[in-house]
């Protein structure tokens, strides 16, 4: 069990720059989730993969992110356009769906900085 | 709507005492999830405990415990004996069936002081 890696570690990008963000969970793992999170508050939820299938979405995310995991192993979040108000940790999360609810694992976070 | 609320910001407590976090959940769903998680200074989320709905024994492990009141919709942490190294960020979390959403209070940061 080597955990969920995520790259980069940070990223520093200038206003209107495109950025992607990858997620490799722990290898049997089919749940993956990402979420966000700003300074002094919880993650918020953004999307959730089981294997392949994007299978939910918050309605708070605009339509400038993106996220895919195209085999169902690692995953990639992709924010166009970014935004002063984009600047936060994204953090990756993934689970063994195997019936309950198996605890999520987190990586330690991509930290975006938007110029 | 569903709601984790942590009221308790920010905890200090001298080493070995005993504290307890507070989370008040909303959710008109009777099949629920329950979930704390510890953050310390490192980053990392770290699960610390599950409790569905429907098993409303408390739980002990070690130095920790858990008081899961559905009447009064909480679920407490407890640590006795704190210790330096619980020094984190301590999240509380809620998943209702039929959505894969976790949703996260705003945490309390416990400080225990030597």
């Known amino acids: 069990d080597t955990g969920v890696s995520q790259n980069p570690r940070h990223k520093i990008t200038k206003r209107g720059q495109n950025v992607t963000f990858r997620c490799d969970p722990i290898?049997?793992?089919?749940?993956l989730y990402w979420y966000r999170q700003t300074l002094g508050q919880g993650p918020e939820f953004l999307t959730y993969?089981?294997?392949?299938?994007?299978?939910?979405k918050s309605r708070l995310l605009s339509d400038r992110f993106s996220a895919e995991r195209p085999k169902g192993s690692f995953s990639t979040l992709e924010i166009q356009r970014t935004e002063q108000g984009d600047s936060a940790m994204y953090l990756c999360?993934?689970?063994?769906?195997?019936?309950?609810?198996?605890?999520?694992?987190f990586g330690d976070g991509t930290r975006l900085s938007i110029l | 709507a569903q709601k984790v609320t942590q009221a308790q910001t920010e905890i200090s407590v001298v080493e070995k005492e005993d504290v307890t976090l507070d989370c008040v959940y909303e959710?008109?769903?009777?099949?629920?999830?329950l979930f704390w998680y510890k953050q310390p200074p490192s980053g990392e989320l770290v699960f610390l405990i599950r409790?569905?709905?429907?098993?409303?024994q408390n739980e002990i492990s070690g130095r920790y415990s858990w008081n899961f009141q559905k009447s009064t919709s909480s679920f407490n942490f407890t640590i006795t004996a704190s210790q330096v190294v619980d020094s984190a960020v301590y999240f509380c979390?809620?998943?209702?069936?039929?959505?894969?959403?976790?949703?996260f209070g705003t945490g309390t940061r416990l400080k225990v002081l030597a």
């Open positions: 979390a809620l998943r209702t069936s039929g959505t894969y959403k976790y949703i």
């Open positions: 993969f089981q294997n392949e299938a994007q299978l939910e």
């Open positions: 959710t008109r769903d009777t099949t629920y999830y």
């Open positions: 409790r569905n709905s429907f098993d409303e």
């Open positions: 999360a993934s689970s063994l769906g195997s019936g309950g609810d198996q605890p999520q694992h």
């Open positions: 290898s049997e793992h089919n749940r």
